[in-house]
């Protein structure tokens, strides 16, 4: 399952925080910041998805996530990959290189990374 962007803002915040109320994720947006309302509504969406979950105090409710935020994003690339690069990384890695303007210290330091994980799946 998908966040839309607005979660997605959302999520990132509490994955910083690790856990939080939800006056300090509202606290955590720059202005003009989103109603008390929105965030709630939020929040409510992303607990129905099991991205979050929250532990009750009194009235108040803290936060935290269910979902590491590497695994949320490793499974968007993957869809990613699957749904606009004909599920081949090496397609998706041609036109990552190539369209994004890349320098040539950063073509260096991708390729270091990808000599790295050669010599880790050959051990």
Not at 51 to 56: G, K, L, S
Not at 69 to 87: E, H, L, P, T
């Amino acid at each position: 399952m998908k966040l839309a962007p607005s979660e997605e803002q959302l999520m990132n915040y509490l994955w910083k925080m690790e856990k939080a109320f939800m006056k300090d994720l509202l606290e955590a947006y720059p202005e003009p910041k989103p109603a008390p309302t929105t965030i709630a509504t939020l929040l409510k969406r992303m607990t129905s998805k099991k991205f979050i979950a929250f532990r009750t105090y009194g009235n108040s409710r803290e936060y935290y996530p269910l979902i590491k935020k590497s695994a949320y994003f490793s499974k968007q690339v993957k869809g990613i990959i699957k749904n606009f690069f004909d599920d081949s990384p090496s397609q998706f890695a041609s036109f990552f290189t190539s369209e994004t303007d890349l320098s040539q210290e950063e073509l260096k330091e991708l390729k270091q990374l990808i000599d790295r994980q050669i010599e880790n799946k050959k051990q």
